[in-house]
């Protein structure tokens, strides 16, 4: 007895991309997720580094601004590429992954500094 060939489902174009577009917001939520980490992290660095006195050097005091900025761009574009859609959001992703590279930059700054002195 010959088998017949079961029909093979195949998703509405629709259902594809937007399983194509939930990957690329769980990408984008994951890089800011871990580039927020990392930069939390740096920041408590720097408030140990600056003792409990609470007196920074003013390039203390500008990094722990420059830091705390940043975090809160972070938090701002983390909202933003999860919630907004279409053309919004791209353009909230063009700005998210500026202010990735924007916390990388400094993270990777910290870091070395940290070598240097070893």
């Not at 939930?22 to 740096?42: C, F, Q």
């Not at 006195?53 to 701002?76: F, H, I, V």
């Amino acid at each position: 007895m010959a088998q017949q060939a079961q029909p093979v489902p195949v998703q509405p174009v629709e259902t594809v991309q937007q399983g194509q577009a939930s990957d690329e917001v769980r990408t984008a939520s994951a890089e800011l997720k871990e580039a927020y980490g990392y930069l939390s992290r740096e920041l408590a660095m720097l408030g140990r580094e600056i003792g409990p006195d609470g007196t920074p050097t003013p390039e203390q005091a500008a990094l722990r601004t420059k830091m705390k900025s940043t975090l809160e761009g972070l938090e701002a574009s983390l909202s933003a590429v999860n919630s907004l859609k279409g053309e919004e959001w791209k353009a909230a992703k063009v700005k998210a992954d500026t202010i990735r590279e924007q916390a990388t930059a400094m993270i990777t700054a910290r870091r070395s500094a940290r070598e240097v002195k070893k």
